[in-house]
């Protein structure tokens, strides 16, 4: 079923394009230019350029900071762009395509002619989406063509989920931001690559495996663990995503004791992001500083890279986070958060 998205907010960021029609025809002109637009998603925020202009991609991939090899998404208005994009397209793609687009799912496919090397990191198969959010569909329609976009940071950092996150990671690298406010499902989407046209999730998004089943009418999944060897994807590297603080995920029972222990022995203040109120026998800032987090996967989700991006900013030695449960609405979250605290 597809994904209900909360209202969304147009906020203004007075240094970024607003959500003005000029501000799309100025992103349009951009785009046909080779320029570097970014825009607001459903997940996050995009840094996007055209995806057939090979130059315009060099300039992505170096802003970025992203290695060559590494393939982008292409993004397009509509699933109808399928076939002009992709070959060889599966049954349960196109099932997938109809019952998720326009939303937070992207589909791994062999690629048609159209779609360059530098798209691809050279590889046979192309990612595709075709987003939710007005904003990026205002700017596809009006764009026609596809639009190459990883998340609007720098290579290995946490994706932005405002204008003014884009605008902190990328600076003046980036031609115009199109503000959307804050992106409404908060993690990147859910991806989806075929073995002899059966579904094997790549990275997990709100999208989730049993809501994948219950469109293709099946009981359960491939496991993409085996799979990420043959299929590239760098949202699958260990340590990705990641604050520049340390990041440590505690059991519940565990996230107590721990906080005493790290008071204890730092004279630097520590960060916690749980699903509960700060207990009052433990002290607030500045020895703590205390966010509490959504009890529901969506909520949880939203908020959870401008959470680690603030908490990041407080000088703490530790961001201790409570770890979550184990079913499936909370796979991308639990994905996201266990890179995040990977430590090399
Ligand atoms: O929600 C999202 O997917 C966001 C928004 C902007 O659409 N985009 C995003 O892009 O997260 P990026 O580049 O940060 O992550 C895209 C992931 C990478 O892990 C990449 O390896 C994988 O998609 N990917 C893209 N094309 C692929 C392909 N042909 N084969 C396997 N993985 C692919
Ligand atoms: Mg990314």
Partial sequence: MPMHLPQFETGHCPESGSASEAAITDAVTILRRGGLVAFPTETVYGLGADAENPEALKRLYAVKGRPGYHPVIVHLASAEQLQDWAREIPEAAWQ??????????????????????????????????????????????????????????????????????????????????????????????TIVAFRDGQPVILRPGMITESQIAAVLGQSNQNSAEADTAVIRAPGTLASHYAPGTPLILLPPQDLIPVIQQKLAESPAPIGVLARRERPALLPEAPKMVWMVADTAPEGYARALYASLRALDTKGLSVILVEALPDSGEWAAVRDRLKRAAYRA
């Fill in 96 to 189: 997938l395509a109809k019952a998720f687009w326009p939303g937070p799912l992207t589909l791994i496919l062999p690629r048609s002619s159209r779609v360059p090397d530098a798209v691809t990191g050279g590889q046979d198969t192309v990612g595709l989406r075709v987003p939710a959010h007005p904003l990026a569909q205002k700017l596809l329609q009006a764009f026609g063509g596809g639009i190459a976009a990883p998340s609007a940071n720098r290579f290995g950092k946490l994706s932005p989920t405002t204008a003014p996150h884009v605008r902190d990671d990328l600076g003046t690298d980036v031609d115009l931001i199109l503000d959307g406010g804050s992106c409404p499902v908060g993690v990147e989407s």
